[in-house]
């Protein structure tokens, strides 16, 4: 459905036709005028040359447009690294749940073994053994 929008941008009335909720065309339409009284402020040579605060508007909007895609690539260059992190600590995460199980597994087998009278003998490996072998 096509909405239509009365606006104002640099003192002049247009009607806006567009599949966008008014809301939208109106915070589009604002967001120009802005720029042109930004544009009007600065530069005197403006005052006399519609055409002139016309063009600069859409270059400092054109700006504004790139300074966002540019920002949004670098936010989506973080977030592809925060998923490749997160990715990597899933698998360690697992990794470790896998050898938690595990050791829980022999542990109930050692238990068990005491229980029914069955020697065990365990062998144990001190610390400094495991960090010397890694």
Do not use: C, P, W
Not at 6 to 32: C, N, P, W
């Amino acid at each position: 459905m096509k909405n239509r929008v009365k606006i104002s941008i640099d003192g002049k009335s247009f009607t806006l036709v567009g599949e966008e909720s008014e809301e939208h065309m109106r915070q589009v339409a604002s967001y120009i005028d802005e720029k042109m009284a930004e544009v009007r402020e600065k530069a005197v040579a403006v005052t006399m040359d519609s055409s002139l605060a016309y063009v600069l508007t859409s270059i400092n909007v054109a700006d504004d447009y790139f300074k966002e895609k540019a920002y949004v690539a670098e936010l989506e260059g973080k977030l592809q690294g925060l998923t490749a992190r997160v990715q990597d600590l899933s698998a360690k995460l697992e990794e470790a749940e896998k050898s938690r199980e595990d050791a829980e597994n022999k542990l109930d087998e050692y238990t068990l073994a005491l229980e029914n009278g069955n020697g065990v003998q365990l062998h144990l490996s001190s610390a400094k053994n495991k960090k010397g072998k890694k």
